[in-house]
């Protein structure tokens, strides 16, 4: 039996990784967009190999490794029904140290790498009445110092999230998830891979009573992107274990 296929960026380690499990898991293809191949290739393995998982290397802010991603997605069983804008970078300097060029790439990565799959993912998505899902983060919300770049195109990308709402729906839903505090030491690659060394003070800070794991984002993922999720387009999701709610005064 044929299934519809999703296309994932960054979807070879980390937060990207436990939502291509998640889909893996109801039942559709996942093509991987990656640029690291070693974590790539084994993550399809993990997921069950070719016949569950394809890994495409490549930059998902080139327009050409995309459109190649596309392609492929969409060429795969009864094509493409759903796509996850997962790719982000951080640099992390003083505004007055951070160049330029560090500037754009942060940017390219983490927002025109959206701009990207939504421009060619659309179109087959409208095909098969598709969802679309872009991770952002709490720090669109609220700052460290010294994150003006990441800060920047997190919350580009929770705009970005509502305008594709409005331009694509009603044929593409579009929504975002905001993960706050994620530990995804225990999903990347292999040679990298160990337990979290989290702290009593690091999970009780948490109103939730502890740290994310990956698959607190997967999960919500895999609803989103589902029919059940029918009637939910434009929203952002901030998943925290509620610290964004948290009133935080110096002693």
Same mark, same amino acid.
């Given at each position: 039996?044929q299934?519809y ?8 380690q ?5 939502i ?5 898991d109801?039942?559709?293809h996942?093509?991987?967009l990656?640029?690291?191949?070693? %974590?790539g290739?084994?993550t399809? !393995?993990e997921?069950g #190999?070719a016949?569950? &998982?394809?890994f495409?290397e @490549?930059?998902a ?7 190649h %991603?596309?392609?492929i997605?969409? !060429?795969?069983?009864k #094509?493409?029904r759903a &796509?996850?804008?997962?790719? @982000?970078?951080?640099i992390r ?9 560090e ?5 390219a990565?983490?927002?025109?790498a959206a ?10 998505l409208?095909?098969?009445a598709?969802?679309?899902l872009l991770i ?5 919300l609220?700052?460290e110092?010294?994150?003006e770049s990441?800060?920047a195109s997190?919350?580009g990308?929770v705009?970005?999230t509502?305008?594709?709402?409005i331009s ?5 839903r579009?929504?975002c998830?905001s993960?706050g505090?994620i ?5 990347q690659?292999s040679a990298r ?6 702290s009593s003070?690091d999970?009780a ?5 502890r740290?994310?794991?990956p698959?607190?984002?997967g ?14 387009t ?11 709610r948290k009133?935080i005064?110096?002693?």
């Amino acid at each position: 039996m044929q299934s519809y296929s999703a296309l994932i960026t960054g979807g070879a380690q980390g937060i990207g990784k436990a939502i291509a499990k998640a889909l893996v898991d109801d039942g559709l293809h996942v093509v991987i967009l990656d640029s690291a191949a070693d %974590a790539g290739d084994e993550t399809v !393995e993990e997921l069950g #190999g070719a016949a569950h &998982a394809t890994f495409i290397e @490549g930059d998902a802010a080139s327009e050409a490794d995309v459109q190649h %991603a596309v392609a492929i997605a969409a !060429e795969h069983g009864k #094509g493409l029904r759903a &796509a996850v804008g997962n790719t @982000g970078i951080m640099i992390r300097k003083p505004v007055t140290e951070l160049t330029l060029e560090e500037w754009n790439r942060v940017l390219a990565v983490n927002l025109t790498a959206a701009f990207l799959l939504a421009r060619h993912a659309a179109p087959q998505l409208a095909k098969h009445a598709g969802a679309m899902l872009l991770i952002a983060s709490s720090r669109a919300l609220m700052s460290e110092a010294n994150t003006e770049s990441y800060s920047a195109s997190k919350g580009g990308i929770v705009a970005l999230t509502h305008s594709l709402a409005i331009s694509l729906g009603p044929s593409v839903r579009v929504n975002c998830i905001s993960p706050g505090w994620i530990a995804t030491d225990a999903w990347q690659f292999s040679a990298r891979r160990h337990a979290p060394k989290l702290s009593s003070e690091d999970h009780a800070q948490h109103p939730a009573g502890r740290v994310g794991t990956p698959p607190d984002i997967g999960t919500l993922a895999s609803f989103l992107l589902s029919d059940k999720a029918g009637f939910i387009t434009g929203a952002n999701y901030v998943v925290d274990g509620g610290m964004t709610r948290k009133m935080i005064y110096a002693e």
